[in-house]
C-alpha cells in the first residue's frame, strides 16, 4: 500500500512566524503535491513537483514555497504565516511512467494549521 | 480547459435507501474522472476512476459510476446506503497527460440517518 505521511495533523502558529510541513511517501513516486482545503471551496493545488529539486507552481503559490531535495520528501513552507493561511494542508503524490497515464493521486491525511 | 461542478453540496439518505452523488464534468477532450472520500479528519481515498475502458466503472465499498459522454456526466451511485458512507465525496477531472493537473469538485457532504 503507498503511504504518505505528514509531519503533523495539527499545527498551531502565530502571525509572522515561518511554518514547515513535511510529508514524506513511500512507494518512489516522481510526482508530488501540495493542496489546501478550504469549506465550500474544494482543494485547490499550491505547489507539485515532477522530480527532485523542481517545483511549479500550482493555482494559489502565493505566501508558500516548496522544497524537494529528496525524491520521497515535499516541503511546503509559510515564509511569514497569516491568518487567511489558516487551512486543511494535503499533501499527494502519483506515480509516472513513460508513455503511460498513472495520474491517480495517493493523500496524506492532511495538516489542520490555524495561524493565531 | 477543463472543470467539474458537484450539483448538490449536502446530500442526506436513509441507511439502506440508495445514494445518487452527481457531477458534471466539461473537457475539451476525454477526461480522466475519479471519485475521492474523504471520512472526518481523514485524507482523501479513491473510491474509483474512469480512464476510458468500460463507460460502468465499480469501486471500493459498493460504489460505481457511469460515464455518460453524451450528458457529460459521472454520477456516483450505491444501490444501499450504510451508515459509515457519511462522508464528503469529490469529483475529479484530469486529463490523460501525466502532466495534467486534478481539477476538484467542491464536494458533496453525505449525510446517512439510521
Known amino acids: 500500500d503507498v503511504k504518505v505521511t505528514q509531519s503533523s495533523r495539527y499545527l498551531v502558529k502565530r502571525t509572522g512566524e515561518k511554518v514547515f510541513l513535511e510529508c514524506v511517501q513511500d512507494m518512489d513516486h516522481e510526482n508530488m503535491f501540495w493542496y489546501r482545503q478550504d469549506p465550500g471551496l474544494g482543494l485547490r493545488l499550491i505547489y507539485f513537483?515532477?522530480?527532485?529539486?523542481?517545483?511549479e507552481k500550482g493555482d494559489i503559490p502565493e505566501g508558500y514555497s516548496v522544497s524537494r531535495e529528496k525524491k520521497e520528501r515535499f516541503s511546503l513552507i509559510l515564509e511569514s504565516a497569516s491568518t487567511n493561511q489558516t487551512s486543511m494542508y494535503l499533501c499527494a503524490s502519483s506515480l509516472y511512467r513513460d508513455g503511460l497515464v498513472y495520474n491517480e493521486q495517493f493523500f496524506g491525511p492532511g495538516t489542520r494549521l490555524t495561524v493565531l | 480547459a477543463q472543470s467539474v461542478t458537484q450539483l448538490d453540496s449536502h446530500v442526506s439518505v436513509s441507511e439502506g435507501t440508495p445514494v445518487l452523488l452527481r457531477c458534471n464534468y466539461s473537457?475539451?477532450?476525454?477526461?480522466?474522472l475519479f471519485w475521492y472520500v474523504q471520512h472526518p479528519n481523514k485524507g482523501l481515498q479513491l473510491l474509483l476512476k474512469y480512464t476510458s475502458a468500460a463507460t460502468l466503472v465499480k469501486g471500493i465499498n459498493g460504489f460505481e459510476a457511469e460515464f455518460k459522454k453524451s450528458e457529460t456526466s459521472f454520477h456516483l451511485t450505491k444501490p444501499s446506503a450504510h451508515m459509515s458512507d457519511a462522508a464528503e465525496y469529490f469529483c475529479?477531472?484530469?486529463?490523460?497527460?501525466?502532466?495534467?493537473?486534478?481539477?476538484f469538485g467542491t464536494g458533496t457532504r453525505l449525510q446517512v440517518f439510521p
Open positions: 513537483s515532477y522530480d527532485v529539486k523542481m517545483k
Open positions: 475529479v477531472v484530469s486529463g490523460v497527460h501525466n502532466t495534467d493537473k486534478l481539477i
Open positions: 473537457s475539451s477532450y476525454s477526461p480522466s
